[in-house]
């Protein structure tokens, strides 16, 4: 026997084929001497938990096979084992260690009988909460292990789902509720496969829609439905007490443990406990609760238009509180517009309804905005956040084609209220003193234009005059780039602008192509042009901004700006590529060439989400052809896109060397580093877009 064990110590942590023979034939070997396992039972379960750090597969399947057989044969090395886990889950410290230690409890536990092994079971699920909760918060890498080990466990002992739930939260040293994020998820994974057969739950969608793609397959669940039922209440009541009634904000890890939940509501679940949970917090910790709103309603898959009426005005009255309850204020509003602009397309009278009292939050605001209800807010922050709440809000209302005749007559009509709140919006941002609160209005002004079916002719005075005269440039950016954005979003408002194209536009093109500080305005007022005007081909000037050594389309520029900015650079490649510009691009021969290279440069060295962007631009203008032609037109001109882009890449593939050096601090990795570079060729240019 001693010498068994001394063998067992030399191998433990040898080389791989050392430890599986130990294993699988060694200690397998003895285990068959009942006498030998009982007695030794303590000791065999200390050599077991001693390999919680095998990463290689093969010696950590040996151990579990040895584990089961052990098991089969020997009750009282299953007690032992699992006051073993229980005593070791304390020193549970690396991934490898937790991965093994769900592995056995797993185990473990379906070695327990269902009735008299149930407070065991429910300790082990309770030590469980450990490792789940490294897991989840380590690479997703590791996740897909640790979620198979646990959900397995769960589908085939429904039985212990509520222990699950109990075991989902403990206690820390100071007494405060720790919510276990990776029991939650595990939880939430088993019971939420398909749509609950409940009250609202038609309009509520399979919630594997947005789990995780690489998540591994659970087994069929025998979970009953009241079973389920009952499980997910439990955890919307842990979620409304918990996360929402917390002491502390949740972060955006425990909310996300919460996605299934979420995506699986009713109408019931959230008019009658999630809303009102969210009402009742509000109003006494703000902050708290707004922090979880900042997130949850995107998350919801039934129309929330529904209960915005509720929690908007809760929320308005914290955007003149303190500065940072404005900003979760502000984060909260967006998260409720996104929500009801993913269902604002809905034709039932309760979304309009629901969308018209929205639109009165947006008058009130601009009301005190605009000193038409009380006095101006005097605090500069305060009319900040203002301005971006009302920017927030126009985002609940979708952007329409006013062009189209058959537009849906139920749909909810809010160009009448844009239009009122544009015009107000001009007298505030005229009789702003501060940069600031100026360019917030400013932004505010460029979502609701959009929505607006005509704009007022006052309204675009405005913003020319600030666009050629404010005395800083960063206020007449902004004016720019209220203009584009009209002109970007809504093509019926194109013609209010021509005037502001021909005259400021073209001053702004003209300074730019000289002075480098100015690129970026020369850019927006170049977008602006090609858009707005018909004739472009008259005027040397358009045609001189669209050359191959324009500073407007340097390859440059697909790294230099980013985020909203990178947008306003592909919009200027998509226009100009556009059947409006045919005439242009004729008359200027290298300007195609220049934008496709611009774009593949984009592609190549700009950041990751101006690189999303990019590949969209060019499936869409192979796909469309840059506009809607006639008969075949659109067709043939994608495919001559299309060429022109695969000309571009190998141009790229010649002259590497000449991509932007910022190339590397946009972090791109893979780089440029010659000609013979496998990592990009045109023709896996031309691949990666076949299927457009």
């Known amino acids: 026997m001693a010498a068994v064990f001394a063998k067992a110590e030399q191998s433990l942590f040898s080389k791989p084929q050392e430890r599986i023979f130990l294993w ?13 396992l009982d007695s030794n039972a303590a000791k065999l379960a200390s050599l077991v938990i001693s390999t919680s750090s095998y990463e290689d597969r093969a010696s950590s399947q040996a151990v579990v ?23 070791g889950s304390s020193s549970v410290r690396s991934n490898a260690d937790a991965i093994s230690f769900l592995r056995w409890i797993s185990i473990v536990v379906l070695f327990l009988p269902e009735s008299s092994g149930k407070k ?16 989840y918060s380590s690479p997703h890498l590791r996740w897909p292990a640790a979620r198979r080990s646990i959900v397995s466990l769960l589908s085939q002992r429904p039985d ?14 100071n007494g405060s509720v ?23 739950s038609d309009r509520s969608l399979p919630p594997s829609s947005s789990s995780s793609s690489s998540s591994p397959a659970a087994p069929r669940s025998r979970v009953p439905e009241t079973l389920r039922i009952q499980v997910k209440d439990e955890m919307l009541k842990l979620f409304c007490s918990e996360v929402i009634g917390g002491k502390e904000r949740p972060s955006r890890e425990t909310l996300f443990a919460f996605r299934r939940l979420l995506a699986a509501l009713t109408v019931d679940d959230v008019s009658n406990v999630l809303v009102p949970a969210f009402v009742r917090v509000l109003r006494r910790q703000s902050d708290v609760a707004m922090t979880a709103l900042a997130y949850v309603p995107p998350m919801i898959q039934i129309d929330f238009s529904s209960f915005a009426a509720e929690l908007i005005p809760l929320i308005i009255q914290q955007l003149r509180s303190k500065e940072s309850v404005r900003a979760l204020a502000l984060d909260s509003l967006r998260s409720i517009a996104q929500a009801i602009s993913n269902h604002s397309s809905s034709r039932s009278s309760t979304s309009s309804n629901n969308l018209d009292l929205v639109a009165k939050q947006a008058v009130s605001i601009r009301a005190i905005l605009d000193g038409s209800a009380e006095a101006k807010p005097k605090a500069v922050g305060e009319r900040v956040t203002l301005a971006l709440a009302l920017q927030a809000l126009a985002e609940a209302f979708r952007v329409r084609d006013f062009e189209k005749k058959e537009e849906d007559k139920d749909a909810f009509d809010v160009a009448p209220v844009a239009e009122s709140i544009c015009v107000s919006l ?22 609701w234009l959009p929505r607006c079916s005509a704009v007022a002719p006052a309204v675009v005075t405005q913003i020319d005059q600030g666009a050629q005269k404010d005395p800083k440039e960063v206020v007449r950016r902004a004016y720019l780039r209220t203009a584009v954005n009209a002109v970007v979003e809504s093509p019926h408002l194109r013609p209010s602008f021509k005037a502001m194209a021909e005259t400021t536009a073209a001053k702004v093109v003209t300074d730019s192509l000289t ?36 500073l407007l389309l340097h390859p440059s520029n697909a790294s230099r700006y980013q985020g909203t900015d990178a947008r306003v650079v592909l919009a200027l490649v998509s226009a100009l590529l556009s059947p409006h510009q045919a005439a242009l691009r004729k008359k200027a021969l290298s300007a195609e060439a220049a934008a496709c290279r611009l774009l593949v440069a984009a592609l190549v060295v700009g950041t990751k989400e101006t690189r999303a ?59 440029i580093s010659g000609s013979s570079s496998s990592s990009f060729s045109s023709s896996s240019f031309s691949s990666s877009f076949s299927s457009s």
């Not at 034939?25 to 006498?35: A, C, F, H, W």
């Open 160 to 173: 212990l789902l509520l222990d699950a739930v109990a075991s989902s939260k403990s206690s820390s040293a």
């Open 515 to 550: 002075k480098p500080l100015l690129r970026f305005d020369g850019i927006q007022a170049l977008l602006l042009a090609l858009l707005v005007l018909d004739d472009t081909v008259s005027t040397p000037l358009w045609t001189a901004a669209v050359k191959a050594d324009s």
């Open 24 to 36: 699988l034939d060694t200690l397998k070997g003895e285990i068959y001497d009942r006498e030998f």
């Open 65 to 87: 096979t040895f584990v089961k057989e052990s098991l089969k044969r020997s009750d009282v090395f299953l007690k032992a084992f699992a006051a073993a886990l229980v005593k």
């Open 613 to 671: 962007l990019a590949k969209a631009t060019a499936r869409r203008l192979m796909s469309e052809g840059g506009g809607v032609g006639i008969g075949g037109s659109e067709i043939r001109r994608g495919s001559e896109i299309a060429a022109a882009l695969v000309a571009a890449a190998a141009f790229w593939t010649a002259n590497s060397t000449e991509l932007p050096a910022l190339a590397v601090e946009s972090g791109v990795s893979g780089g």
């Open 120 to 135: 065991a079971a429910a300790k082990l699920l309770e030590v469980a909460s450990t490792p789940l909760n490294l897991l």
């Open 178 to 200: 720790v919510l276990n994020v990776g029991m939650i998820a595990a939880v939430l994974d088993v019971i939420i496969r398909e749509p609950f057969k409940k009250s609202g």
């Open 426 to 447: 001009a007298n505030v941002i005229k009789d702003e003193p501060m940069e600031e609160a100026k360019i917030a209005a400013l932004g505010a002004l460029g979502v």
